[in-house]
């Protein structure tokens, strides 16, 4: 019922927003029950060769698994609706829909995998480090997500009725075989060859490169393809001072049925810049001061598919500031 307005009135037995008579009367108790048992044999062999006084060389192979989160096994069907009124026949804009289910899956099973990883590693004078590495991840059972437009026929798929028609139906599942390939290099190393002042400088980084390949729908929201930090530190009798750059590259997240097979939500790459210092007040206490995201760089969320021209696929932009402490440390 609406009032004179045209608004939606609330049920009296609804109670207040978010009250546990509103709870009560939105949920449907379908006794679902969902047990799950995880075991196996998940063996592993290190292998390290010293090749030199600084020069050492390892290999190694494991065998892992990876369980789904708790709230994707649980046994439930959530709704949520849009601005339209899903009961009435309104007409719907292109990719736009009546709301959205998120169905469960408790028949989800955890993914397993064999991991190969080689790596060098050379110490130099001063104690400095470079290493570099390749490795591959086959993986079994891999985690995927789908997000799709109720048709009749998918209805009748999961048992549902057709008052979902036109609803975002998004559940995950167990997608098949995928393969994880990447390398990864590592440097730290102070500048004392460089004399005097260079001593007061250590410069690090880091960097990895993943290729990610899996069957249609295949979720590889957790994997940076890009990813790497680098710096620098400057310690100097009762001073020292951290600069650290930390980039991430372009991040998949959760599939977008409006924007087609291939659509999906990302997280545009970002780089920000933390500091942080340390002033010895005496040989106990010491003052400390620290400023995350210094440049103050923005979350950026993007939304496309194939078809997405570049100007339009820019959903929400976030800003969090700059995150700064400052405080007294001590040892006694």
Request: hydrophobic share 40%; aromatic share 12%; charged share 20%.
């Given at each position: 019922?609406?009032?004179?307005?045209?608004?939606?009135?609330?049920?009296?037995?609804?109670?207040?927003?978010?009250?546990?008579?509103?709870?009560?009367?939105?949920?449907e108790y379908r006794a679902s029950f969902?047990?799950?048992?995880?075991?196996?044999?998940?063996?592993?062999?290190?292998?390290?060769?010293?090749?030199?006084?600084?020069?050492?060389?390892?290999?190694?192979?494991?065998?892992?698994?990876?369980?789904?989160?708790?709230?994707?096994?649980?046994?439930?069907?959530?709704?949520?609706?849009?601005?339209?009124?899903?009961?009435?026949?309104?007409?719907?804009?292109?990719?736009?829909?009546?709301?959205?289910?998120?169905?469960?899956?408790?028949?989800?099973?955890?993914?397993?995998?064999?991991?190969?990883?080689?790596?060098?590693?050379?110490?130099?004078?001063?104690?400095?480090?470079?290493?570099?590495?390749?490795?591959?991840?086959?993986?079994?059972?891999?985690?995927?997500?789908?997000?799709?437009?109720?048709?009749?026929?998918?209805?009748?798929?999961?048992?549902?009725?057709?008052?979902?028609?036109?609803?975002?139906?998004?559940?995950?599942?167990?997608?098949?075989?995928?393969?994880?390939?990447?390398?990864?290099?590592?440097?730290?190393?102070?500048?004392?060859?460089?004399g005097r002042w260079g001593s007061y400088?250590?410069?690090?980084?880091?960097?990895?490169?993943?290729?990610?390949?899996?069957?249609?729908?295949?979720s590889f929201s957790s994997f940076i393809?890009?990813?790497?930090?680098?710096?620098?530190?400057?310690?100097?009798?009762?001073?020292?001072?951290?600069?650290?750059?930390?980039?991430?590259?372009?991040?998949?997240?959760?599939?977008?049925?409006?924007?087609?097979?291939?659509?999906?939500?990302?997280?545009?790459?970002?780089?920000?810049?933390?500091?942080?210092?340390?002033?010895?007040?005496?040989?106990?206490?010491?003052?400390?001061?620290?400023?995350?995201?210094?440049?103050?760089?923005?979350?950026?969320?993007?939304?496309?598919?194939?078809?997405?021209?570049?100007?339009?696929?820019?959903?929400?932009?976030?800003?969090?500031?700059?995150?700064?402490?400052?405080?007294?440390?001590?040892?006694?």
């Amino acid at each position: 019922m609406r009032n004179a307005a045209g608004q939606r009135l609330r049920r009296p037995e609804a109670g207040a927003a978010g009250s546990l008579a509103e709870s009560l009367l939105v949920r449907e108790y379908r006794a679902s029950f969902t047990r799950k048992e995880y075991d196996g044999m998940y063996p592993s062999i290190h292998a390290t060769y010293n090749a030199t006084e600084d020069l050492l060389v390892r290999a190694a192979w494991a065998r892992t698994y990876g369980r789904p989160n708790f709230i994707d096994i649980i046994p439930r069907t959530v709704a949520n609706t849009s601005a339209l009124d899903p009961d009435e026949d309104d007409e719907l804009r292109p990719g736009q829909f009546r709301g959205t289910l998120n169905i469960r899956n408790p028949a989800l099973m955890p993914w397993s995998a064999d991991n190969f990883d080689l790596s060098v590693e050379r110490y130099t004078e001063g104690g400095g480090l470079i290493s570099a590495g390749v490795f591959l991840k086959e993986l079994t059972d891999f985690f995927g997500g789908a997000s799709r437009r109720a048709t009749p026929e998918l209805l009748a798929e999961l048992g549902l009725p057709e008052r979902y028609l036109d609803w975002n139906i998004n559940t995950k599942f167990n997608s098949g075989d995928a393969r994880i390939t990447g390398a990864e290099v590592n440097l730290r190393q102070n500048l004392r060859a460089l004399g005097r002042w260079g001593s007061y400088f250590t410069l690090f980084g880091n960097a990895t490169k993943l290729r990610l390949k899996g069957n249609p729908g295949a979720s590889f929201s957790s994997f940076i393809p890009t990813s790497g930090n680098w710096g620098f530190t400057f310690a100097a009798r009762r001073v020292t001072f951290t600069a650290r750059w930390n980039h991430r590259g372009l991040d998949q997240r959760l599939p977008q049925a409006a924007f087609g097979p291939n659509g999906y939500e990302y997280i545009e790459a970002r780089t920000v810049l933390d500091v942080n210092g340390t002033y010895q007040l005496t040989r106990t206490l010491s003052f400390v001061a620290s400023a995350n995201n210094i440049l103050n760089a923005p979350f950026r969320f993007l939304r496309y598919g194939d078809l997405t021209p570049a100007y339009a696929r820019l959903y929400a932009e976030q800003e969090y500031g700059i995150q700064m402490a400052i405080g007294l440390r001590g040892s006694f």
